[in-house]
């Protein structure tokens, strides 16, 4: 059964620093693809950044230049380094791991407000 612990969510005000670790368990195939979405109040999920266990990266154009990710294979843990949050980053961030199929983890909140 693979599992997925998310931590590092909380609130900020806007400019400064978060930092989300995703911590997978379980039944983990050498290859997979680890990635952050969030879902706002009223919004659909959207993709935020993912990550090949190769290192290849895809980001969303909302976050390029501010948020990076990472991932340490050994540990099977996903990183969001975000940088100069901003209100509209308000979200709930959610961590998904896909395999044969997609897992995903139970969601920690990340509030941007002065």
């Known amino acids: 059964q693979v599992q997925l612990v998310e931590s590092g969510g909380g609130l900020v005000q806007p400019g400064e620093p978060l930092r989300l670790s995703c911590a997978a368990s379980?039944?983990?195939?050498?290859?997979?693809?680890m990635g952050w979405y969030r879902q706002a109040p009223g919004k659909e999920r959207e993709l935020v950044a993912s990550?090949?266990?190769?290192?290849?990266?895809n980001y969303a154009d909302f976050v390029k230049g501010r948020f990076t990710i990472s991932r340490d294979n050994a540990k099977n843990t996903v990183y969001l380094q975000m940088n100069s949050l901003k209100p509209e980053d308000t979200a709930v961030y959610y961590c998904k791991l896909r395999l044969m199929r997609d897992y995903w983890g139970q969601g920690t909140q990340v509030t941007v407000s002065s």
């Open positions: 379980g039944s983990i195939f050498t290859f997979n693809i």
């Open positions: 990550i090949t266990s190769g290192g290849s990266t």
